[in-house]
């Protein structure tokens, strides 16, 4: 998928799950649960073990986008799509990794946090900007944001939950991801996948309200 393609279809779906948690088995179980729920565009982050194995097997499937996030190094780019990944994610804002994926035919998108890193990633030819981590003030912070930058294509990820996700795209934001708000850590330990499926569909509601 084309860099492109991969913004115009997060535009369109306005969410994605991202995953990350410390057992290869648990990660395909809640993975599987958040697809059940309606999520088409996903992500696993390389700190989870076997990562590289449950982004080529997810991305097997033809309904879904893949990606990894957590990427950090050139190596484990490049490693990722060749493992299947469709778009990268990084917490940080590096042009050598932007221009990697820019060389691979992918999208990325790089964390940043303030207008200066965020402008500093779109100038190194990012085509969206991870917000990270997503402030208290939230909505507030990026409604300020993209009123001088009307340019950029923000994506808040850590903090954004079923309360937050319709304000945060109300103010301006490309889309949103979420973490912890989807895969609660008691449900993942106690293999409740049940229950994230369900809150996947509450929150893929929440984003679509």
């Given at each position: 998928?084309?860099?492109?393609?991969?913004?115009?279809?997060?535009?369109?779906?306005?969410?994605?799950?991202?995953?990350?948690?410390?057992?290869?088995?648990?990660?395909?179980?809640?993975?599987?649960?958040?697809?059940?729920?309606?999520?088409?565009?996903?992500?696993?982050?390389?700190?989870?073990?076997?990562?590289?194995?449950?982004?080529?097997?997810?991305?097997?499937?033809?309904?879904?986008?893949?990606?990894?996030?957590t990427v950090?190094?050139?190596?484990?780019?490049?490693?990722?799509?060749?493992?299947?990944?469709?778009?990268?994610?990084?917490?940080?804002?590096?042009?050598?990794?932007?221009?990697?994926?820019?060389?691979?035919?992918?999208?990325?998108?790089?964390?940043?946090?303030?207008?200066?890193?965020?402008?500093?990633?779109?100038?190194?030819?990012?085509?969206?900007?991870?917000?990270?981590?997503?402030p208290g003030?939230?909505?507030?912070?990026?409604?300020?944001?993209?009123?001088?930058?009307?340019?950029?294509?923000?994506?808040?990820?850590?903090?954004?939950?079923?309360?937050?996700?319709?304000?945060?795209?109300?103010?301006?934001?490309?889309?949103?991801?979420?973490?912890?708000?989807?895969?609660?850590?008691?449900?993942?330990?106690?293999?409740?996948?049940?229950?994230?499926?369900?809150?996947?569909?509450s929150l893929?509601?929440?984003?679509?309200?």
């Amino acid at each position: 998928m084309s860099p492109d393609a991969f913004v115009d279809l997060i535009r369109l779906e306005r969410c994605s799950a991202i995953l990350r948690t410390n057992d290869a088995d648990v990660a395909r179980r809640a993975m599987d649960a958040a697809v059940r729920g309606g999520f088409r565009v996903i992500e696993f982050t390389l700190t989870t073990p076997r990562a590289f194995d449950l982004v080529g097997e997810f991305a097997k499937r033809a309904d879904l986008v893949v990606g990894a996030g957590t990427v950090l190094s050139i190596e484990d780019a490049r490693a990722a799509v060749r493992a299947g990944a469709q778009f990268l994610v990084s917490p940080v804002v590096d042009e050598a990794l932007i221009g990697v994926a820019r060389e691979l035919g992918v999208a990325i998108l790089p964390g940043a946090f303030t207008p200066t890193e965020m402008w500093r990633a779109h100038c190194a030819g990012a085509p969206l900007v991870k917000l990270f981590p997503a402030p208290g003030t939230g909505p507030t912070y990026v409604r300020q944001i993209v009123g001088p930058f009307p340019q950029l294509r923000i994506v808040p990820t850590a903090g954004v939950d079923a309360t937050n996700a319709a304000p945060y795209l109300e103010a301006g934001a490309w889309a949103v991801g979420f973490v912890s708000s989807l895969f609660v850590a008691d449900d993942l330990a106690n293999g409740r996948f049940d229950r994230i499926e369900e809150r996947a569909r509450s929150l893929r509601a929440a984003a679509a309200s």
